[in-house]
């Protein structure tokens, strides 16, 4: 699963979100770029409310990665 954060979201917005994956024992890859900040979310992410990610501060999308199983 990939988050993408807005463009000008608050560092309070990204640590929210943060902590809100790893205490559900998720792991993450941050990526900043110029633009963007972009969180990856290892771990099995079909426990996870895509809609709820969403609507929280300073989040622009959330894409899932299928699995080719």
């Known amino acids: 699963m990939l988050i993408i954060m807005k463009k000008h979201a608050e560092d309070i917005a ?4 943060k902590e ?6 998720f ?3 941050q ?3 110029a633009n963007r900040t972009i969180i990856g ?3 099995d992410t079909d426990t996870l409310n895509d809609h709820e990610i969403e609507t929280m501060a300073g989040v622009s999308q959330v894409v899932r990665i299928r699995r080719d199983d």
Not at 14 to 17: C, E, K, Q, T, W
Not at 20 to 25: A, E, G
């Open 41 to 43: 979310v290892i771990g």
């Open 31 to 33: 990526s900043t770029g």
């Open 20 to 25: 809100y994956l790893i205490t559900r024992d």
């Open 14 to 17: 990204l640590d929210s979100i």
């Open 27 to 29: 792991d993450i890859h």
